[in-house]
């Protein structure tokens, strides 16, 4: 058997798209139980959840894109858009609920002065509670963890649909499994709750990266391994 | 009514009023994953068959969900199910992959090879837990989470593969992507499986959690799953035996979840009214 360079554009695709799956969820503002009761900052939903709707859309406009050309810049911005789109819809009408719904403002818990508009934060707080909503600083870390993941998502998908062969179909379910495990790593890392790169747990990224290369780079050694049975290189 | 059942007189023999299962979780990690992988190697099988395989592997996928989320994994218990089952998927991808190789047309098809699917996503799986447990790198400190993860992507990976063989009756790797990835039909096993592992801990969770009761969903959730599958099945018309095979994978399905749903509420009103408080909810200061 030849040595042929797509075989090492597939697992290194398949690992940089896993790695920034696994940054996505640590960009994301995920807020779980207590968000949804309106006293944690973030969106009142899983990390698994809210990573799963995000690239699941940037997989459909990635398919879309991708059933006329096979650029791989067009392919992969097109789903990283798509992921940031869905994002930016959540996170806004999560602000419009607990705004006019619950009563609160979009406060962060964790920064006591917002790092990008320097609005005071603290001030607003309700007490016994960690935020509320999704202020400004939240809002542009959820859109960098929708582009990522989007990205990352669709790096797969080109990934296994044009070095792979395989069909649209497979190549989606394929890449959205590989995107899964890695978002659920890096749930774990940040044990359920994370704020965007404000938040202190965001400083132990690097404890996950690497795991999740290395579970990135064994996926990326089973697609090769399906690859080279099924002759599709 | 089941729920006027003689408080007084049932208290102290609270745990006799209901059901027990009957194995322990290494027992019934045995007891269905071996049959599973059977059912999974043979595709000649009728559909019935082939749920029970499902409704065995579900099981399995669902006990290592409960005995891993029960230490609390902070994101939920979804996550679990959903990594499990997207294993699953890789893993039934490297089975179908490498499925031709010994395979024969004896007995309407046997797949040996797949298995090699289960056994590589059992591996990444370890690893995977390995790197959730070390104090070095995520350190979730689990107790038997690496073994957890491991039978997470085994069974998720015989779930798929077995799944994929009720619709196509086959798993060669051109016709599974003609009549399940092509069809769309792979969306919902992916998200209807993973259901069968994380909603019986997720929706059963608290005090006075009980490993029968909470298996019973499981086994619910599966007749569903093999209901869902027949209707598919008699839409597509991919079946060797007509609409017979079909017919009889939903009738199973309904008598499954007749059966097990009418068991889960009837061992839920028994067993509710001596539930142990634990308290309220501690305040943050």
Redesign the interface.
Same mark, same amino acid.
């Given at each position: 058997m030849q040595i042929e360079p797509a075989m090492f554009l597939i697992v290194g695709y398949v690992m940089i798209g896993g790695a920034l799956g696994s940054i996505a969820a640590h960009l994301c503002p995920v807020g779980?139980?207590p968000a949804a009761m309106g006293t944690a900052t973030g969106i009142a939903t899983?990390?698994?959840?809210i990573l799963?709707g995000a690239v699941v859309t940037g997989l459909f406009t990635a398919a879309t894109v991708s059933s006329f050309t096979s650029n791989i810049l067009l392919i992969t911005i097109s789903g990283a858009v798509g992921a940031t789109i869905m994002m930016e819809v959540v996170m806004f009408m999560a602000n419009i609920l607990y705004a006019f719904g619950c009563g609160v403002l979009p406060i962060s818990g964790r920064v006591a002065v917002d790092p990008i508009t320097k609005a005071p934060q603290t001030a607003y707080k309700t007490p016994?509670t960690d935020g509320h909503g999704v202020p400004d600083v939240v809002f542009v870390s959820g859109i960098l963890g929708g582009f990522t993941g989007g990205f990352g998502g669709a790096l797969i998908y080109f990934t296994l649909l044009y070095y792979s062969n395989? @069909?649209?179909?497979?190549a989606v379910?394929?890449a959205? @499994?590989?995107f899964?495990?890695n978002a659920?790593?890096a749930?774990? /890392?940040v044990?359920?709750t994370i704020e965007g790169f404000q938040d202190p747990k965001f400083k132990k990224l690097p /404890?996950?990266l690497?795991?999740s290369i290395?579970?990135s780079f064994?996926?990326g050694l089973?697609?090769l391994?399906?690859?080279i049975?099924?002759g599709g290189l | 009514m089941a729920a006027e059942a003689k408080p007084d007189e049932a208290a102290p023999k609270k745990k006799t009023l209901s059901f027990t299962f009957p194995f322990k979780e290494t027992e019934l990690a045995l007891i269905a994953g071996i049959p599973a992988a059977l059912i999974a190697i043979f595709t000649g099988l009728p559909a019935v068959v082939k749920g029970l395989g499902m409704l065995l592997c579900l099981l399995w996928g669902a006990d290592s969900v409960r005995k891993t989320s029960k230490y609390g994994l902070g994101t939920g218990v979804p996550s679990i199910g959903l990594l499990g089952i997207g294993y699953g998927i890789v893993g039934a991808l490297m089975g179908l992959a490498v499925a031709s190789i010994g395979s024969t047309a004896l007995f309407g098809g046997v797949y040996p090879a797949v298995l090699l699917g289960a056994i590589v996503m059992g591996g990444i799986g370890y690893v995977s837990g390995y790197f959730a447990n070390k104090e070095r790198w995520i350190a979730m400190k689990i107790p038997r989470l690496e073994r957890a993860m491991a039978e997470l992507g085994m069974a998720g990976s015989l779930v798929m593969l077995i799944e994929m063989s009720i619709i196509t009756g086959s798993l060669d790797f051109s016709e599974v992507v003609q009549w399940v990835m092509n069809t769309g039909v792979i969306a919902f096993m992916f998200i209807l499986s993973s259901m069968g592992m994380f909603h019986p801990y997720n929706a059963c969770l608290g005090p006075d959690e009980r490993r029968e009761r909470t298996l019973t969903v499981s086994l619910e959730i599966s007749g569903l799953i093999c209901v869902i599958l027949g209707f598919t099945m008699l839409v597509l018309g991919t079946s060797a035996w007509g609409v017979w095979d079909p017919l009889s994978l939903i009738v199973f399905g309904l008598v499954d979840w007749v059966y097990f749903y009418r068991r889960y509420i009837m061992a839920c009103m028994k067993e509710c009214y001596a539930t142990v408080g634990t308290g309220l909810i501690k305040t943050i200061d």
């Open positions: 779980g139980a899983g990390t698994v959840q799963l016994q395989f @069909s649209y179909g497979t379910i394929v959205l @499994s590989i899964v495990a659920i790593l749930a774990y /890392n044990r359920g /404890n996950e690497i795991p290395v579970v064994f996926c089973v697609v391994a399906a690859t049975a099924l | -």
